[in-house]
């Protein structure tokens, strides 16, 4: 289902972006609005995507698919099933995702299975990608949000996830905390999360469930890492305990 997107400024002189032809820039920002998920998994169907965003230009959609492949934004994937999409590299940085949108793309669901395609890009064609480009500025395709200057990495097992999911004492909104979990694995690893929730439990023992914030919450603010809390001082001896008087 085509979804509203949004842009930023600093696209239209970002270093990546000013190397594509005008149609080729249109393409890149009309397969935004026709992602089948909030992953930025899109049909790998060209003339489905010219009748989508282009439909009465004369132009040659494959060329212009393979023009914005060859600048890295976005690569083709395969699944387990051998049905190949194409991917918009890092799409959940630069955009909002609502988390209340449940995704029915089949490229989720095959989400474990999913590999790259052998594209000019990824077989190393290219001398420097652009992304790790020095003379080009990272990430700045104004998709949206400010972009991580990190290399992005591929998409935690969904076996880990259920590991964390568990653990964790207060399972509220299971799909945002995913997202984040996807996001955290790129700082972190399953390990250091693990003892985080368990100095959490510590932490919250005997609390009512509301002191121990959501999932995805926890996750972004990266808790994890949090110090353990001062060790509580041992109440004062009562004059009735046997103690008092020693």
């Known amino acids: 289902m085509a979804r509203i997107r949004t842009i930023k400024p600093d696209f239209w002189t970002d270093g990546n972006m000013v190397k594509l032809s005008p149609f080729a820039r249109l393409l890149y920002i009309g397969m935004w609005n026709f992602t089948l998920c909030d992953h930025g998994h899109v049909a790998d169907d060209a003339m489905k995507l010219k009748l ?9 959609i494959a060329a212009l698919l393979d023009e914005i492949m060859a600048q890295g934004r976005v690569v083709r994937i395969t699944d387990g099933d051998g049905r190949t999409y194409l991917l918009v590299k890092r799409f959940e940085d630069h955009q909002k995702i609502d988390p209340r949108w449940k995704t029915r793309c089949p490229a989720c669901a095959q989400m474990d299975s999913l590999t790259l395609t052998e594209t000019p890009v990824s077989l190393g064609e290219l001398p420097v990608t652009p992304e790790l480009s020095p003379t080009l500025p990272l990430g700045r ?22 590991t964390f999911w568990a653990q964790y004492p207060r399972k509220v909104g299971k799909i945002a905390a995913e997202k984040a979990f996807i996001k955290a694995m790129k700082k972190t690893t399953l390990d250091q999360v693990l ?16 002191f121990t914030p959501h999932p995805s919450s926890w996750l972004t603010a990266g808790r994890w890492d949090d110090e353990p809390s001062s060790a509580a001082k041992p109440a004062a001896s009562s004059p009735w305990s046997k103690d008092f008087y020693k």
């Open 195 to 210: 003892q985080g929730v368990e100095l959490l439990k510590r932490e919250t023992a005997g609390k009512e469930i509301n």
């Open 52 to 60: 989508q965003i282009l439909p009465m230009d004369n132009i040659d």
């Open 141 to 162: 395709e104004g998709m949206g949000r400010e972009s991580k200057k990190t290399p992005s990495s591929p998409a935690t097992p969904s076996t880990e996830f259920e």
